[in-house]
Structures are given as structure tokens and as C-alpha cells.
């Protein structure tokens, strides 16, 4: 079983495009795949129960049958900071709620698994917790999602640092472009892999329709996978 979190520079940076794109590639590589995105803000209101477009998309790439309750535990409707969502629910959002149901799906014992956080790696949650302390309680190796635009190298080198000062391995890290017609773009994205301590697990560019079918063709999970 091979296991990792996802986590970006910042929020809107395409975590949740690159992590379904992870987990496409996977299957295309025979792998089956279960993923988590713990706690979620901005759902929609369905027939089935508050639902969150992020966690519907890696729910559509797990090989394993999961239930959507079991990707998304918590889910909130308005569209802000999680914290504050789950404030006004009048839900204690801390660590220990959290770890459960990702243990859980951790043990279905996927050959690849995504645990996906929210927002950047200094995420509050409740009782000055973040959501970082989630992946140091699990152990999890992380995957950093870039997301390319002015002032991206200060923000990916924070996170990088920030990620290795909490004991845990920077596996990898994807370059998403967000806006492709940034200055000097590939001596930025050189500055990033001369400084990141991580391979490169990809350069994703803008996509007219962003599919994880079409994102998967940009990345390479070799530096991920064991031989």
C-alpha cells in the first residue's frame, strides 16, 4: 500500500485536480485506488445530503467501494475557512475526528491512496490545531501542488519547509499552472526544482477541461510507486 497527503501553496490552486489526476494515472497503472478529503466547505445541498464537487471528483476515481460519506466525513455548506464553518454547525473540528475515518479508509488497503487537505499546510482547525497535524498523526508522506503564478517560489518553499520541520517526507510536487502567461515562466519553474528538495512529479498545464484523464497524461507516479 502506498499512501500520501496532498496539499497546495494555497487554496485554488488545484489540489483536487492534481489528486484526481494522481488517482487516474494510477488506475491506468493497474493500481486500485480508495482516497479521503477529510472535511470539505462550499457543499451543495442534494437528495443524498450536503455533497462537495472536490470529493465527488476522487470519489469517481476510487477503484475500492467506498461510500461518499466515508471520502467526505465532514462536510459544510458555506463557502469559507473550515473552521469557521464547522463553528457555525456547532462541530468541534479537531485532529482526533478526523483520524478515525481516514484510518478507516487506509485500511481498505488500497495500492494507492490520497488523503487530500484543504486550503494550504497551516489549515486551522479547532483548539489551535491545523489540518498539518492530521498528516504528522498519520504519517503520511505529502505531495505539494504548486500552483504557478507571481509569488509561487516564496509559497512553495514555505510549504516545503513547514512540511519537513513537521518530521514528515516531501514526497514529490506537482507544477499546476494557474496563470500561463506569468513572466519568465520556465526559469521560475527551474528556480523551483533547483530549490524543492522533491522530484517533480509533473508540469500540468491551463486545460480548456481539466479532466483527470487528461491531467494524469502530464504526471509521472514513478518517483511515488516502488519498484
Not at 3 to 27: Q, S
Not at 80 to 97: K, Q, S, T
Not at 206 to 215: F, I, K, Q
Amino acid at each position: 500500500m502506498t499512501a500520501f497527503f496532498v496539499t497546495g501553496t494555497d487554496t485554488e490552486v488545484g489540489k483536487t485536480t492534481i489528486a484526481a489526476g494522481l488517482l487516474h494515472a494510477a488506475r491506468l497503472a493497474g493500481l486500485s485506488t480508495a482516497a479521503a478529503k477529510p472535511v470539505a466547505s462550499g457543499c451543495e445541498m442534494t437528495v443524498d445530503g450536503l455533497r462537495n464537487s472536490d470529493a465527488l471528483a476522487l470519489h469517481g476515481q476510487c477503484t475500492l467501494p467506498m461510500r461518499y460519506e466515508e471520502v467526505n466525513p465532514f462536510a459544510f455548506e458555506p463557502a469559507i475557512a473550515p473552521h469557521l464553518a464547522a463553528r457555525e454547525a456547532g462541530i468541534d473540528l479537531n485532529v482526533a475526528r478526523l483520524v478515525d475515518p481516514v484510518r478507516q479508509m487506509l485500511a481498505l488497503q488500497a495500492d494507492f491512496s490520497l488523503v487530500e487537505g484543504a486550503g494550504g499546510w497551516r489549515v486551522p482547525l479547532a483548539d489551535r490545531e491545523t489540518l498539518s497535524e492530521l498528516a504528522v498523526q498519520l504519517g503520511l508522506p505529502v505531495i505539494l501542488v504548486v500552483g504557478v503564478r507571481l509569488g509561487c517560489i516564496n509559497h512553495a518553499l514555505l510549504s516545503a519547509e513547514a512540511i519537513e520541520h513537521d518530521g514528515l517526507q516531501l514526497a514529490g510536487w506537482v507544477a499546476n499552472i494557474i496563470d500561463p502567461s506569468m513572466s519568465r515562466l520556465d526559469e521560475n519553474l527551474a528556480t523551483l526544482a533547483e530549490r524543492l528538495s522533491a522530484p517533480c512529479l509533473g508540469r500540468v498545464p491551463r486545460l480548456p477541461a481539466a479532466s483527470p484523464g487528461d491531467v494524469s497524461s502530464y504526471l509521472d507516479l514513478g518517483p511515488l510507486i516502488p519498484a
